[in-house]
């Protein structure tokens, strides 16, 4: 009998402990905030992705390899300031709720 009210008081300490971490990881995502990312893929093509832990990307826009540099600066900056104009939109829309 005392075996079984061990096992019932670690098994309680564990609901304890998951419940904790999950009310922790559910303010961690409530607080977290959309973030301009900019990755290039193996082909060499450069995404600007909008980014918040627990949803999943998004993408603002493809440049595909290969542009000659005048035009990949000016479609690189278009694209930065397009994400950051959504990432401002999406952001404000967080701080309603």
Request: glycine share 8%.
């Amino acid at each position: 009998m005392p075996a079984l009210l061990e096992l019932a008081a670690v098994a309680l300490i564990v609901l304890i402990g998951v419940a904790v971490a999950r009310a922790a990881q559910g303010r961690m995502l409530a607080k977290a905030r959309w973030e301009v990312v900019e990755r290039t893929d193996p082909d060499g093509t450069l995404r600007i992705l909008l980014t918040r832990a627990g949803q999943h990307p998004r993408e603002v826009r493809a440049l595909p390899p290969g542009l000659p540099t005048d035009g990949l600066d000016e479609q690189l900056a278009e694209a930065r300031a397009e994400a950051a104009s959504q990432r401002a939109t999406l952001n404000a829309g967080l701080r309603r709720r």
